[in-house]
């Protein structure tokens, strides 16, 4: 059982409180059912009538989310523990491979605009996308302006298209580079567009890409936990729903293997110009969206959100909106329903007003200790499925767990609430490999948990790692893949929990003070970065990589850190 090395000696901190990590975050993960059809086939003669009957499987369509009618709570899948990351398989087998459209055109027109002027940062996305909510299907028009900012030519373009990792939802209709249709091929969620020419450095291409999207129907139990790309009743969650262009890594295209446990997203940064068209809903409809936005005309929204890994939403006929600002200017939106508020020992409790207000908190500590996120606007949506999830701008937080709050802060609403918010920076402002890379935003978000009981509640320290860590007496590797766990618990264990302890033994090996200065330093250094271990570890000292010797040996599977020059990072 873990010991809390500790003094308890109170820590100021720069918004001049007592200092203080983060909550376990969910896995994410999509699901395949199956239902028996049965086929009888009649084959009748004057005289005879003969039944032959044959079955096969189909896909099913999952279970409902439903509202009972002796309740006014949505009746959503249970956590069977305490942590809401549980085994959540998804399909092995998914829809498409090597799709071949119209044949790629004739190489003696070159498809990219090449130069200076060509050249920018982020890969440009603009999206036209017409949703209908009532069929739950979505129509996305996405074009890409990618520039090669490599050193060298390559001969293809990697998109990464996670929906194709739920059976059934992604149709591709066309793919198009310089306005010609082109051949592509899709492996699980790698999309590869073979170019006519080698793409020099400097050079611009323009890709269409034209798409249908089935969205399931969040499940129960484990088939619940991908809701962040699903509908319930009263909400669709578009989430990880467009294209991206895969990082180049190593001179590679990085995208990873989808794998049952944890995530496998690499995601650099792009600018989002979207316009969302909604049909067959009512004019009651709310859309939580990242960035800045407008609502252009009835069920018409145009948003513009750059320099984020990632644009998902959330839309609801129902959705009450409350809304807060840090003291810093960070505006803090929450979007929930009315079966917030409830009936608990004869008292009235309403978790949205608590969410809303620990998501302030977290926000103006974190941009205190270390620095602004990437977006000076924050959403929180309450999710009709039984995890959280982050993405750039917008985070889901279950709605189990708004059910589940009886006042006070020791409970997942709060822990999750604040876990999320810290993915504001250890996910959407410093980017990590997800897949290979896991605790560089899991254990930096649970520890966010801790520094926030730390600060704000500090009668509860002992009780958060006693209730957080302790419990499940946690065991493994920080610095493992997602690949090499065969259980869900045994990798929140080793990447979540015994990553929180080892950042706080570090910060017991080098002091407080240092290590809070290396939290900033590390976001800092990794602003807008796909961040790699070595990164963090050469903004230590060689004095402080000495005091963490002992530390490093203890939880990481190599902890002979080469510390990368300072400035790196993919």
């Known amino acids: 059982m873990y010991q809390n090395r500790a003094s308890g000696a109170n820590v100021r901190s720069p918004l001049g409180l007592p200092v203080g990590v983060c909550h376990w975050q969910s896995l994410k993960y999509s699901y395949m059912i199956a239902s028996m059809k049965m086929i009888i086939i009649c084959l009748i003669n004057a005289l005879i009538a003969v039944f032959l009957a044959g079955c096969n499987l189909s896909d099913a369509t999952p279970v409902a989310v439903v509202i009972q009618p002796t309740t006014p709570y949505i009746q959503i899948a249970q956590v069977e523990t305490l942590v809401p990351t549980e085994l959540r398989p998804i399909p092995t087998q998914l829809l498409s491979t090597d799709l071949p459209l119209n044949p790629t055109p004739e190489p003696t027109l070159s498809p990219y605009t090449c130069g200076v002027e060509s050249q920018g940062e982020n890969a440009q996305h603009e999206v036209i ?185 959330s839309l609801s006929e129902d959705f009450i909106i409350s809304r807060d600002t840090t003291a810093n200017g960070i505006l803090i939106e929450l979007f929930h329903y009315g079966d917030t508020v409830r009936q608990v020992n004869g008292a009235t409790l309403n978790g949205a007003p608590h969410a809303l207000s620990a998501a302030v ?63 504001q920076w250890w996910y959407a402002k410093v980017g990590n490999d997800a897949a290979y890379d896991p605790w560089l935003d899991e254990a930096f978000s649970t520890y966010s948990e801790y520094i926030y009981v730390e600060e704000f509640y500090p009668q509860f320290r002992q009780w958060w790692w006693s209730f957080r860590v302790a419990y499940y007496n946690p065991q493994g590797n920080v610095d493992s893949t997602v690949y090499d766990f065969d259980s869900g618990r045994g990798y929140i264990n080793a990447v979540y929990l015994r990553g929180a302890q080892m950042l706080h033994n570090i910060r017991e090996d080098i002091g407080t003070e240092a290590f809070f200065d290396l939290l900033a330093a590390y976001a800092q250094a990794g602003n807008s970065e796909i961040a790699t271990p070595e990164l963090f570890w050469s903004l230590l000292t060689p004095e402080q990589l000495e005091a963490t010797a002992a530390t490093r040996e203890e939880f990481l599977r190599e902890p002979d850190v080469i510390p990368e020059p300072i400035g790196g990072g993919r």
Not at 154 to 166: G, K
Request: aromatic residues 12%.
């Open 361 to 423: 908190l977290a926000a103006e500590q974190y941009t205190s200790l270390f620095g602004m996120p990437n977006s000076n606007r924050i959403v929180i949506v309450q999710g009709d499925f039984p995890d959280g999830m982050e993405f750039s701008g917008l985070v889901y937080v279950s709605t189990n767990w708004f059910y589940a709050f009886e006042g006070g802060i020791q409970n997942f609403l709060t822990l999750i609430t604040v876990h999320e918010v810290a993915h």
């Open 129 to 313: 996308a017409t949703i209908d909510y009532a069929a739950k299907t979505v129509q996305v028009s996405q074009s890409i302006r990618y520039t090669n900012n490599s050193d060298v030519a390559f001969p293809e373009i990697v998109l990464n298209v996670e929906a194709n990792n739920t059976r059934g939802s992604l149709i591709i209709q066309r793919v198009s580079l310089a306005e010609r249709d082109v051949q592509y091929g899709l492996n699980q969620k790698r999309l590869t567009i073979p170019l006519p020419t080698p793409m020099n450095p400097g050079c611009q291409a323009t890709i269409e890409f034209e798409f249908a999207l089935n969205v399931p129907q969040i499940g129960i139990g484990i088939s619940a936990a991908r809701g962040f790309f699903g509908y319930s009743v009263r909400q669709l969650n578009l989430g990880l729903w467009l294209a991206t262009v895969a990082p180049r890594i190593d001179n590679g295209w990085a995208v990873h293997e989808t794998y049952v446990y944890g995530e496998q997203t690499i995601l650099e940064e792009a600018d989002w110009d979207v316009t969302l068209i909604v049909e067959n809903a009512s004019g009651d409809m709310k859309i939580a969206a990242p960035g800045e936005g407008e609502l252009l005309e009835p069920n018409r929204w145009h948003f513009i959100y750059n320099s984020a890994r990632d644009f998902s939403i």
